[in-house]
């Protein structure tokens, strides 16, 4: 095992080149990224960068760490555009690069409204150059803006418009927004979060058509007729895997890359992130099936374990993991751990706080007699002891009993914090 090429220069890209350095690899490893940016941090891309006074720098390393403590060469600025696994090379623009072990990481391309690509106004955020134009877009005196897709990053954007003052509009296909994320009923909570701030939220609507004036975007045309006027539309309709550039290479392609338990595709070819398509094991009795997840803390994991996998494949283990993401929505924060089944809402039970407004409350999700995931808005200390039951396939009842456990210690943190509150005043007094 001599040289190891990561394909995809983002978080996944970055935390497997770092790994395997980490663990004493001494063989070259190449990095190729189709964006000419040094690896940097997308979560904000939404959220911080937008609505910062001054643009933080997103990146992960100086470029100085890449050729020093990491040393790596690094291909940025163009894609990888084939895979020959039969003679191990990828071909990046007119080179061809040999490998021993192969990480695919090249994440996922943001949807879009078709005819849409070319008109100004009209926006998605998935990569830097996404955030800067939507940036100054907010910024450049848009009154109005509209985005199409309730999910969690046309939620993070519209959090965003309000902030900076805008009146904002979010289109929806569903009745119930992120309904096949979170459920029904915590949709129906989530969206309450939007209104309570302002934000006007149509669900069951389909945009017909884009309305355009002089090549710039004016509004949106609903199925039923109704027009929108905007002056920024945010498209934020999923994302679909970047594996355009695999397709001869033989690895199965379904929603993304097809991987067994330990993340490989195919004879020294392993995949991480957001293209990653493999069978998690810790859910395989209650859902079945592989999942693919678009989630920061997945990407970073998976990263690190393909290219440990790559260089030294007799150590490959099964991965599997609990899935976790997080959202801020204007004040406060949305998590999530786990999976939401689709039993309906008689699987979901609120176990702390209210939902009926939108929170704070935590609520956590059964399948059978086990507890397969929570969702915790403003109430940050709770969802991670929920993850780590799910991790440990606690039951049902197991997860109660933390809700009890946990209900009584705020209960008693409360009467504390009354107590020295009244002692103070009778000292005032």
């Given amino acids: 095992m001599t040289h190891l090429v990561v394909v995809g220069a983002s978080l996944a890209g970055l935390r497997a080149v770092e790994a395997v350095r980490r663990d004493g690899f001494d063989g070259e490893v190449t990095l190729v990224g189709a964006e000419e940016h040094l690896p940097y941090d997308r979560p904000p891309l939404s959220k911080e960068y937008l609505a910062a006074e001054e643009c933080p720098d997103p990146r992960y390393r100086e470029e100085e760490t890449f050729a020093g403590d990491l ?13 020959d696994t039969a003679a191990r090379t990828v071909t990046v623009g007119d080179r061809t690069v040999s490998y021993d072990g192969l ?14 690509e070319h008109l100004e106004g009209v926006h998605t955020v998935r990569t830097l150059d996404d955030a800067i134009a939507l940036r100054a877009a907010l910024r450049g005196g848009a009154r109005r803006l509209t ?11 519209a959090a965003v418009g309000r902030k900076l003052g805008l009146e904002v509009t979010i289109l929806e296909a569903l009745e119930t927004p992120l309904a096949r994320a979170v459920g029904e009923r915590m949709g129906r909570a989530l969206t309450h979060l939007h209104r309570r701030h302002g934000t006007e939220v149509r ?6 058509e884009v309305l355009s004036a002089d090549g710039r975007v004016t509004g949106v045309r609903l199925g039923d007729g109704t027009e929108v006027d905007t002056d920024v539309l945010v498209v934020g309709i999923g994302a679909r895997p970047a594996t355009d550039w695999l397709e001869g290479s033989g690895l199965t ?16 070819v392993y995949v991480a992130g957001d293209v990653a398509r493999w069978p998690n094991a810790l859910f395989s009795d209650v859902a079945g099936g592989t999942m693919r997840l678009e989630h920061w803390t997945s990407a970073a994991d998976q990263g690190g374990r393909a290219a440990r996998h790559a260089v030294d494949p007799a150590a490959a283990k099964p991965y599997e993991t609990v899935p976790y993401f997080w959202s801020d929505w204007y004040d406060g924060r949305v998590q999530f751990v786990g999976i939401a089944p689709d039993d309906g809402d008689e699987q979901i039970e609120v176990v702390a706080g209210d939902d009926a407004q939108g929170g704070p409350f ?4 059964r399948a059978g007699d086990r507890i397969v995931g929570a969702l915790a808005v403003d109430m940050p200390a709770e969802v991670m002891k ?4 799910i991790g440990a396939r606690k039951t049902w009842g197991d997860a109660l009993e933390l809700a009890e456990q946990r209900r009584a210690q705020r209960a008693a943190k409360a009467q504390q914090a009354a107590q020295q509150a009244g002692e103070q005043r009778g000292e005032g007094a």
Avoid: K, N, Q, W
């Fill in 362 to 365: 935590t609520a956590i999700y």
């Fill in 71 to 83: 040393d790596v060469e690094l291909l940025l600025g163009t894609p990888a555009s084939a895979l």
């Fill in 103 to 116: 990480v695919i990481a090249t994440g996922a391309h943001a949807r879009t409204l078709p005819g849409t």
């Fill in 147 to 157: 985005v199409v897709g309730a999910g969690f990053i046309g939620s993070e954007v």
């Fill in 386 to 389: 929920y993850r780590r039951l």
């Fill in 253 to 268: 392609i379904d929603d993304g890359v097809v991987a067994d338990e330990t993340l490989a595709a195919a004879d020294g």
């Fill in 203 to 208: 669900t069951g609507v389909a945009v017909e």
